[in-house]
């Protein structure tokens, strides 16, 4: 310990206790004393003694660091009154533990207050020390503002860099091999979910938090990396402790020491998840883009600010569309054209010119074929940040297809107008309310009415229907309205004299309100289906006349038969009428029979009658099987006489059909008399013949006749049901092709078929 005298300031005030003889040593200690004062004084660093709680000693340095001079400080000011009153308490507990002995040395640091208040940092090394008897405390001071501004400066750096990373997602690692310890930043313990605590696992840990689909890669390229192979630069997906999945890119750097063995691995990782799903999002906003111009538009373009283009892009599959990059570089007029004319070029321009938005602007472009292709072009003008028109940027319709379906459509309106124009059919158009707006010529000659009429507004539809059909035309105007259809259908109209007139209608609606009706005149035609019924109905009579000469000896066999018994029966009367007295009963007999045999005569003669009667009768409710019981009691003859066993099988409990009479009779005379026929050639086996009535599953009457005749030829099958085919010598080949058109104008069905074992069966439908 250095013992000091006495605690005098300047140069002169220290003196040796043991050097005090020789003159020779008081020059030395002289010079020692002068050259201690002289350091001390011009130290750069701050020296002070304290004693008594005042300074008894501040060198110039000290004193010019709390901006007091040396004498201001010296034996004046307590070591407080230099400190920051926020540290006095530091700074009074460190001098009181030194004067009490407790330690001797002590470094450390406060702020010191300087004269005109100002505060700053310094640091402080002391000891206590004894001296003339007293304990005191000296030591050194140094300005430490510079290198706590410079620590300042660091730890905000240090924060300013945690900052950066924490903002660009960006994070730094670190493994020490010889260690085995691991540092992560505080982005990369964020991006993968992770307390600072968790390191110690950390090496084994990290993968279980890599997506399982990258956890194989992700190792690979780090054990890679280790052993030597490529940087560490991979992109995975990491899968938090709390299930949120983010996206990192690693990259890192190995270093080796000199045999090559890894030290560290050092390397930054950075969390891309946001860029990822904005770039996603960016994707998506383009293809939603991109899906909206390609299904409204043909083309995107841009231009640049003199008009040419830069960019064109087409949809694909787009026929007609120009080489691509043909017209890059050009301006629109500057590809060729056949449309619009230099005016509307000058227009379109002058718009571009003053940077105004364009739409719908139209051009025709020659096709290589020599055909055109219609364009329609849209556009906005682009301004940059700075407010300067850079170009324009738009979308561009093919029209053609339009233009093409214009065409046709104007020149459907034309072939329309030829149409109402050649006054072939009748064409009106009208309101629902009734009133016929507009109508061809021919419409009114079907009508009757002339052009003024129509003007006047005299015309009416539900006045020109008879009220039977007015239900039926509401009902197709309805039936329009919901399926977009109109049943084409027969009507009449009332002519202006009051006659009726046949037509045959279709309309189609213009609007919810309006129609248009296409009116064809049926009248020749219904004059030439009478005729054509007429001449069938005397078709089908002569058939029947035909057909019963083929019956007329059977027939006269049948009519005699009775007449013969009748003679015989009235000899018998007379016969017992000669007796005496006369046999009453016997005559009576006798003449009851004549009775009965006149009336079975009388039968035969009336439905010959009917069945050659011309007349049409009306179709009636009647029992199949009683009709067909008729015709079989009228053949029983011809098949008897023929040799043909006859069997029937009709059906209970059939219901009544609606039909003629008459004609259906035909129908099966027609069938019995065939099967009679060809059964009548056969030289051998049995000749039998069945007719039978059943029912369908569908609920249809079925009449069947069946032979065991010689069955029909493949060749004869083919035209049985045409006219004029006949394989009989004697055969007009009518007879099947009348009964077919009977049974289809009584709604049914006849066929033809094979019989089993042989023969052949013709059968009939008839619906109930
Ligand atoms: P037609 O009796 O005047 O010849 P049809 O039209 O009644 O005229 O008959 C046409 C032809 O059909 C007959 O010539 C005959 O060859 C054939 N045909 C009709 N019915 C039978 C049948 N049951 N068996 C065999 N062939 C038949």
């Known amino acids: ?44 660093t701050g020296i002070y003694l304290i004693q008594d709680d005042r300074f ?9 660091m709390f901006g007091y001079t040396a004498a201001e400080m010296m034996n004046n000011l307590s070591p407080l009154d230099v400190v920051h009153p926020a540290d006095r308490p530091l700074v009074q507990e460190n001098l009181r533990r030194r004067i009490d002995g407790e330690f001797v040395e002590a470094h ?37 503002s510079d290198i706590q501004r410079a620590m300042d400066k660091l730890r905000e750096s240090e924060a300013k860099s945690e900052e950066m990373q924490r903002l660009a ?91 090559g063995r890894p030290l560290r691995h050092f390397g930054v990782l950075q969390d891309i998840t946001e860029l990822r799903r904005a770039e996603d999002e960016l994707r998506a906003s383009e293809e939603r883009f991109r899906a909206l ?35 890059i570089g050009k301006t629109r007029w500057e590809v060729p054209y056949l449309e619009p004319d230099e005016e509307a070029w000058r227009r379109h321009r002058e718009t571009l010119d003053a940077h105004l938005p364009f739409r719908d602007f139209e051009l025709v472009r020659p096709t290589p074929d020599g055909g055109r292709r219609y364009v329609s072009v849209s556009g906005l003008p682009v301004f940059d940040q700075a407010g300067r028109f850079v170009g324009y940027r738009g979308v561009g319709r093919s029209t053609t297809a339009q233009k093409r379906a214009q065409e046709a459509l104007r020149e459907m309106q034309a072939q329309v107008r030829r149409l109402v124009e050649a006054n072939i059919i009748g064409i009106e158009t009208w309101h629902v309310d009734g009133r016929i707006l507009e109508a061809n010529d021919a419409y009114l000659r079907i009508l ?31 039936e329009v309205k919901r399926t977009g259809i109109w049943q084409t259908h027969q009507k009449e109209y009332f002519r202006k004299d009051g006659s009726r007139v046949p037509v045959l209608i279709g309309a189609t609606l213009l609007d919810e309100e309006r129609g248009v009706s296409f009116v064809v005149d049926l009248t020749e035609q219904k004059r030439a ?82 069945l050659t009667r011309r007349a049409r009768t009306p179709h009636d409710r009647l029992e199949i099987n009683a009709a067909v019981q008729e015709v079989i009691e009228l053949t029983h003859t011809e098949a008897m006489r023929n040799g ?52 369908t599953d569908a609920g249809d009457i079925l009449v069947a006749v069946s032979d065991s005749g010689p069955g029909l030829a493949p060749a004869v099958q083919e035209n049985l049901f045409k006219a004029f085919h006949t394989t009989k010598p004697n055969g007009l080949g009518l007879g099947l092709s009348i009964c077919r058109s009977i049974v289809e104008s009584h709604g049914g069905r006849l066929w033809a078929s094979a019989n089993a074992p042989r023969g052949a069966v013709f059968q009939f439908t008839l619906p109930v």
């Open 529 to 610: 289906e009478d005729a054509l019924r007429e001449a069938q109905m005397q078709l089908a009579h002569a058939n029947r006349l035909e057909t019963m000469g083929q019956l007329t000896a059977s027939i006269a066999h049948e009519v005699n038969q009775p007449i013969a018994a009748t003679m015989t029966n009235a000899q018998t009367a007379l016969r017992w009428l000669s007796f005496d007295p006369p046999n009453m009963d016997g005559a009576r007999e006798a003449l009851d029979n004549i009775v009965r045999d006149a009336a079975r005569a009388g039968d035969v003669v009336h439905r010959i009658r009917n």
């Open 293 to 327: 111009v390609q299904f409204s538009f043909d083309v995107y373009w841009e231009t640049d600010a003199e008009h040419r283009f830069i960019r064109q892009e087409y949809v694909r599959d787009l026929a007609d569309t120009p080489a691509p990059g043909a017209e």
């Open 1 to 44: 310990m250095v013992r000091v005298d006495r605690a005098k300031p300047g140069a002169d005030t220290f003196k040796r206790e043991d050097v005090a003889e020789s003159g020779r040593a008081e020059e030395d200690l002289q010079e020692t004393k002068e050259l201690f004062g002289v350091l001390v004084e011009s130290a750069l």
């Open 448 to 478: 009757g009415y002339s052009r003024e009429d129509l003007v006047s507004g005299l015309l009416r539809w539900p006045d020109l229907t008879p009220p039977e059909s007015l239900d039926i035309s509401f009902a197709r105007f309805e």
């Open 169 to 259: 997602h960006v994070g730094w690692w670190e493994a020490d091999f010889r260690t085995e310890r691991m540092s992560l930043s505080e982005e990369v313990c964020r991006s993968f979910g992770v307390q600072p605590d968790d390191l110690p696992a950390w090496r084994g840990r990290w993968l279980e938090l890599v997506h399982p689909e990258d956890r194989a890669r992700a190792a690979e390229a780090a054990a890679a990396s280790v052993r030597g192979g490529p940087r560490l630069d991979v992109e995975y997906r990491v899968v938090r402790p709390d299930g949120a999945v983010r996206i990192v890119h690693i990259r890192g750097n190995v270093t080796r020491d000199g045999s």
């Open 108 to 144: 450390y640091q406060f702020r010191g207050l300087r004269k005109d208040g100002s505060s700053f940092s310094v640091l402080v090394q002391s000891r206590s020390i004894q001296l003339a008897g007293k304990i005191g405390v000296m030591g050194t001071l140094v300005d430490n």
């Open 644 to 695: 043909v066993s006859v069997r029937t099988e009709l059906a209970e409990g059939l219901p009544p059909v609606r039909g003629d009479r008459v004609e259906l009779q035909q129908v099966v005379l027609n069938l019995i008399l065939n099967a009679v026929e060809a059964m009548s050639g056969m030289s051998e086996g049995p000749r039998e013949l069945r007719i039978a009535t059943s029912k």
């Open 56 to 64: 008894r000693y501040v060198n110039p340095a000290a004193a010019k």
